[in-house]
């Protein structure tokens, strides 16, 4: 099949998994975990030279792994709406690390937001009253907060260091 019957065309960015953004190189015939020879994208990631990933290019476009960033105007359109955009507070501790892994395993950049935005709001809460974020949602955050700020650079065409800013302009 050529290269006209997949989804992603070459030089393409995309977005993989939590990964972050790629550029897809090229489409590679390789032989990896089963007998027969397979059709892969070749992922290069544009901040991490070294990083590169083979993701199989002839399954279903729902099980791909793979979407396109969003644009600068669907950026603005979640930045235009960040005060609304919060996901719900989950008091379970438990509860909220499954929950909020789930919205940020989706790959929807708006509930990823909604995940970064709730915890950015409970962390400055617990440092007001001297109390301490728990680890869980530290890492949770972490993982947001990078996706967020590549996506929105990205899009954006803008140093992630201007993202914190642009963040709390909108709120």
């Not at 990083?51 to 791909?64: G, K, R």
């Not at 930045?79 to 719900?88: E, F, I, P, T, V």
């Not at 499954?98 to 970064?116: L, N, P, W």
């Amino acid at each position: 099949m050529s290269a006209e019957n997949y989804p992603f065309k070459i030089g393409e960015c995309v977005i993989y998994r939590q990964s972050g953004i790629y550029r897809i190189e090229e489409l590679k015939k390789e032989r990896f975990h089963s007998d027969r020879e397979q059709l892969y994208y070749v992922l290069k990631s544009i901040h991490n030279a070294q990083s590169s990933v083979f993701v199989p290019a002839e399954q279903d476009q729902t099980n791909l792994c793979l979407r396109r960033p969003l644009d600068k105007a669907q950026v603005r359109s979640l930045l235009k709406h960040a005060k609304s955009a919060a996901c719900d507070w989950i008091a379970d501790t438990k509860a909220r690390a499954v929950q909020y892994q789930e919205f940020i395993r989706s790959g929807d950049t708006a509930k990823i937001f909604g995940v970064y935005l709730r915890l950015c709001a409970y962390k400055a809460e617990l440092e007001q009253e001297k109390r301490r974020f728990y680890a869980s949602d530290e890492k949770l955050l972490e993982i947001a907060e990078r996706l967020i700020y590549e996506e929105f650079s990205f899009a954006l065409g803008v140093d992630k260091a201007e993202i914190p800013k642009l963040i709390r302009q909108a709120l």
